[in-house]
């Protein structure tokens, strides 16, 4: 008889769990659709096109997508088009704008010395929030308007140490990138112009009120139009241990990086600072966390083979907590597969516990 009761027990909880599967298999906004298509139209030309099928209640609309690319000697050019675009603001909130187009000229990448960025921004249409607080304001970025942005930048890259040690003969790296133990460090200046007109001119907000940190800008209310100045700089760190040959424990990669992304704002901190020590007068906690830069660390390890872990994630410093200042921002971990046969080629599953994302994707050639 108690065994009778047990199985009935357990029969009953293993009908509940099926149920609530076949609940979660039912559920459309798990399911997407997709069609693409690329059209070579000559060596130097090629156009994309997409249409993208959602499940959900929230995107009864298809999502359609147009890049023309074209290759020239010294630049890359690009034009898209999106309708509905789907966006997501530094909080993580998802809008759709009912359409945007975007032209886009970039000198070409290089290790070192100067490069340029040109963009043109249009918007049209009121953006809607996809679930979510309903009452967080719109940024002002996505709202109707013609946004011009270009930006200069100077890049150098500084090689510490390299390691001379021979490889294993006959044995091929696991990724060619991944293949040098060495020591370098990098750093960025540039400057950044922005030109808005139309509804998403709207005057930057401040920061923090009380201690001023504005930017540099011209905001004309009378016709919608607000021009914004500033500049940027970043400083990397990258250190590697191990040639990715071996199968156990053969890769050890450390990367760190400071972002300043405002130039203005850092003078502004800087300067409030100076004037606090020189009445006399001990610096809040905000202003000394303002002039701190933007810090993110990535760290690999190979665990056997072509596998390997890796953690991606922002370092902040909170002052108000007095029992460890550091803490960690939207860490991302990933298992990594090499696809050694490919050069350098991986496959991916990374996971985002602050967002509650998973992803397997595909990378190529990337470092």
């Excluded at 405002?262 to 800087?270: E, Q, R, W």
């Excluded at 810090?295 to 390890?301: C, D, L, V």
């Amino acid at each position: 008889m108690k065994f009778v009761s047990s199985f009935k027990k357990n029969g009953a909880l293993q009908s509940s769990r099926l149920e609530n599967m076949r609940k979660h298999l039912e559920d459309r906004s798990l399911y997407a659709l997709g069609c693409c298509s690329e059209l070579l139209l000559s060596p130097d030309d090629t156009l994309l096109l997409s249409l993208d099928f959602y499940g959900d209640d929230n995107s009864k609309k298809p999502r359609k997508k147009a890049i023309f690319h074209h290759k020239f000697p010294n630049h890359n050019l690009n034009v898209e088009a999106v309708w509905p675009g789907l966006f997501i603001d530094k909080a993580g909130n998802y809008w759709d704008v009912p359409f945007s187009t975007a032209i886009d000229l970039a000198s070409l990448a290089s290790d070192s010395g100067a490069s340029y960025h040109f963009c043109m921004h249009h918007n049209a249409g009121q953006p809607e929030q996809l679930g979510g607080d309903e009452t967080v304001e719109v940024p002002a970025t996505l709202l109707p308007g013609i946004s011009l942005r270009s930006a200069f930048t100077l890049k150098k890259n500084v090689e510490i140490w390299r390691s001379n040690a021979k490889k294993l003969k006959m044995v091929q790296p696991f990724d060619i990138f991944l293949s040098n133990p060495h020591i370098s460090a990098s750093g960025i200046i540039g400057a950044a112009v922005m030109a808005c007109f139309g509804n998403n001119s709207v005057r930057p907000q401040v920061v923090d009120k009380s201690q001023q940190f504005e930017g540099f800008y011209l905001h004309a209310p009378a016709v919608k139009s607000t021009l914004l100045v500033d500049t940027f700089s970043s400083v990397s760190f990258t250190a590697q241990h191990g040639n990715f040959q071996r199968l156990l424990l053969d890769l050890t990669r450390f990367h760190a990086r400071l972002d300043f992304p405002s130039g203005s704002k850092f003078l502004s901190v800087a300067t409030r600072l100076a004037q606090d020590f020189f009445n006399s007068q001990q610096p809040t906690m905000e202003t000394v966390q303002a002039i701190c830069p933007k810090a993110t660390i990535s760290f690999q390890q190979q665990i056997a083979g072509p596998f390997s872990f890796r953690v991606d994630s922002g370092v902040e410093i909170d002052w108000k907590n007095k029992d460890w200042h550091m803490h960690v921002d939207d860490p991302v971990f990933s298992i990594e597969y090499a696809l050694h046969v490919l050069g350098s080629a991986k496959a991916v599953a990374w996971y985002s516990p602050k967002h509650r994302e998973f992803m397997v994707e595909l990378r190529f050639f990337e470092t």
